[in-house]
């Protein structure tokens, strides 16, 4: 990937959160690069965006296969104040989790043979603009799947996982923003 000047001149910082690093690679308008060194990293990362959600949101959790979409998912949801096991819905296609500060739906699109099936569990009441929406495999939602205002692609790199994100909405942004600083 050809990088822009000042996306080279980006000071390479490492952060500490919660004991974990996160290693910035450079920040772009829309897309933030960081890399994840391993699970505990990556719950510390879904941890650390859960802190900065004030309101709602839909967040797309996009990769391959045991990329580490639930990972993220389950580190955020434990620090919304989730107790006990936090699994993928792969057969139920939606976990709900009412929670004191707002609703929040974990979404697993996995399964889904036909984006119509969205319709079906009635999903416009889900994503109103109150809750907060996680949605792995988004991409077979289709068009039944409103936009996302954040969407954190993983991808395997080495032993660990290199993570995009990608705003498309000024909530998208404040978010991205605060999780790569
Ligand atoms: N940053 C990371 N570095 C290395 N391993 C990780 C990282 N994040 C998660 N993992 C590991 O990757 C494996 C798969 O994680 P997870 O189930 O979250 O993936 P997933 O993307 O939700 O999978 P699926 O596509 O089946 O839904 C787990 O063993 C987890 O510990
Ligand atoms: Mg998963």
């Not at 993983?154 to 978010?175: F, M, P």
Request: charged residues 25%.
């Amino acid at each position: 990937m050809a990088l822009g000047r000042e996306a080279q001149g980006c000071a390479r910082a490492t952060l500490q959160v919660a004991n974990e690093h996160f290693e910035p690679i450079f920040n772009a308008v829309l897309c933030r690069l960081m890399f994840v060194a391993d699970e505990v990293a990556m719950l510390a990362l879904g941890a650390r965006l859960a802190a900065f959600i004030d309101g709602g949101a839909c967040i797309w959790l996009e990769g391959e296969l045991g990329s580490g979409k639930t990972t993220f998912a389950r580190g955020l949801l434990r620090a919304l104040g989730v107790k006990g096991a936090v699994k993928s819905p792969t057969y139920t296609l939606v976990e709900p989790y009412e929670l004191p500060t707002r609703p929040v739906y974990h979404f697993d699109l996995y399964r889904l043979a036909d984006g119509e099936e969205l319709e079906a569990i009635g999903v416009r009441d889900y994503f109103d603009n109150q809750a907060l929406c996680l949605v792995e495999w988004p991409e077979r939602g289709g068009d039944y799947l409103p936009a996302a205002d954040l969407r954190i692609h993983i991808a395997y790199q080495g032993e660990g996982r290199e993570i995009r994100l990608e705003a498309n909405s000024e909530t998208g942004k404040h978010l991205a923003a605060l999780l790569r600083e």
